[in-house]
């Protein structure tokens, strides 16, 4: 955990909420505040601290405040005892969370195997990949042994690995081959997935029959044609066309697939489909259930039945989920500052934009965009 706090990051991470306080209890001195505090630093890096030192100078003065305890004290909690064992317990009680196991660590292993080092090879990355593995299934990240342990098995180091085209055997009578395959990755944030794609199966199967989805067929046709006969700019054309080949496999998926649960019939239905656009081009708005309804040309409660029935979630909660997907990329992707982002998502007051988003995202604002900030620099 990083040493440096701004204010309103300290504010929004470290201030101990409704449920936190009824853990906290009638705890006393060094007890009540060592508890206090790796509560808070649990709720924000997924594990305990493992020294005190560890632990921000700033967040101890600002919880110690909060919980009426000399900062001082806190020397006075002990590391090493069953006390501190029993907070533990509690607090992964009430985060759903366990240690990480030898199995789990097998599990990892197995994990990076098949799906992370065959596109990732730079340690530190493989090592956040790992951390952000645990998080996403309520396992707290092993120790930097365990997590490096894996890495080092099933990857080999960066100097060791060099990417390998393959290709099927060749014919031998000098004539282009029958069938080419087209592979691709496209990495995706657990945390932020939209329900679009977690609506998709494992394999999709779009039959070539002919007169179907003619423009998927033309997005084909056109990569071909720039990979058989490249020209200038042709990397940046087969970048557009990618693209736009996922959409046109999406779109042309969803059209086969417009009935029963999901986004395939949220998508298919015009009204619905009207109040989607609506909420992603205007985040900004201050969108109400009545609102959104008549956009949609229903009532109040019919639209929210519907709304409900075919996009999964009501539809004040998939716009505040849409709106912190915005703020997320503009997190990432600019230097506006944060009253910036918040207005654009629809947000008066930074304090409730950045309780919001740390709902969703699980860190603040501003500590969400340095560490992504780090990673793309790394």
């Given at each position: 955990?990083r ?12 201030t101990?909420v ?11 001195g060094a007890?009540r505040l060592g ?5 808070k630093?649990?709720e ?16 101890v003065?600002?919880?110690a405040s909060?919980?009426?305890v ?6 006075k ?13 509690r607090i ?25 080092c065959p ?10 990949a ?6 996403s ?7 930097r042994?365990?997590?490096?342990r894996?890495?080092?098995v ?8 060099q990417?390998?085209?393959?290709t099927g055997?060749g014919?031998?009578?000098g ?5 080419v ?8 944030d657990?945390?932020q997935?939209h329900?679009v794609v ?9 039959p ?15 990569i ?8 200038i ?17 999406l779109r ?8 029963g649960?999901?986004?395939?019939p949220a998508?298919?239905d ?6 989607l ?6 985040p900004?708005?201050?969108?109400t ?10 009532s ?8 409900t ?18 703020a997320?990329?503009m997190?990432r ?17 930074e ?10 995202h ?5 500590a ?11």
């Amino acid at each position: 955990m990083r040493a440096d706090w701004e204010e309103d990051e300290l504010i929004s991470a470290w201030t101990l909420v409704e449920g936190d306080w009824d853990l906290v209890g009638e705890k006393v001195g060094a007890g009540r505040l060592g508890f206090a505090l790796i509560l808070k630093f649990y709720e924000i890096e997924g594990r305990f601290p493992g020294y005190p030192e560890e632990i921000p100078a700033a967040a101890v003065q600002y919880v110690a405040s909060l919980v009426e305890v000399e900062p001082e004290l806190l020397a006075k909690y002990s590391w090493r005892s069953r006390t501190i064992e029993r907070h533990r317990a509690r607090i992964r009680k009430r985060f759903g969370t366990r240690p990480a196991s030898e199995d789990d660590e097998e599990r990892l292993a197995q994990w990076l195997a098949d799906k992370v080092c065959p596109i990732e090879t730079k340690r530190d990355r493989l090592a956040e990949a790992v951390r952000e593995r645990c998080r996403s299934t309520n396992i707290e990240p092993p120790s930097r042994g365990q997590v490096e342990r894996p890495v080092e098995v099933e990857c080999p180091p960066d100097d060791e690995f060099q990417p390998r085209r393959t290709t099927g055997p060749g014919r031998t009578d000098g004539t282009p081959p029958s069938t080419v395959l087209l592979s691709g990755t496209y990495p995706i944030d657990q945390r932020q997935c939209h329900p679009v794609v977690n609506d998709l199966p494992e394999i999709i199967h779009l039959p070539a029959h002919l007169g179907q989805h003619p423009p998927l067929r033309t997005a084909i046709g056109q990569i071909s044609e720039e990979i058989r006969h490249p020209s200038i700019g042709s990397d940046g054309v087969l970048s557009a066309l990618l693209e736009t080949l996922l959409l046109y496999i999406l779109r042309a998926w969803y059209q086969d697939h417009g009935t029963g649960p999901g986004w395939g019939p949220a998508l298919n239905d015009p009204a619905i489909s009207t109040v989607l656009c609506r909420i992603h081009h205007n985040p900004e708005r201050q969108w109400t259930v009545e609102g959104l309804g008549a956009e949609a040309g229903l009532s109040r409660a019919a639209f929210a039945r519907r709304f409900t029935a075919l996009v999964g979630q009501p539809p004040l909660t998939y716009l505040t989920w849409s709106r912190m997907g915005v703020a997320a990329q503009m997190l990432r992707n600019s230097d506006a500052p944060l009253g910036t982002v918040a207005q654009r998502v629809g947000y008066t007051s930074e304090f409730a934009f950045s309780n919001a988003f740390k709902r969703t995202h699980g860190a603040a604002p501003g500590a969400y965009r340095r560490r992504n900030r780090s990673l793309q620099l790394r």
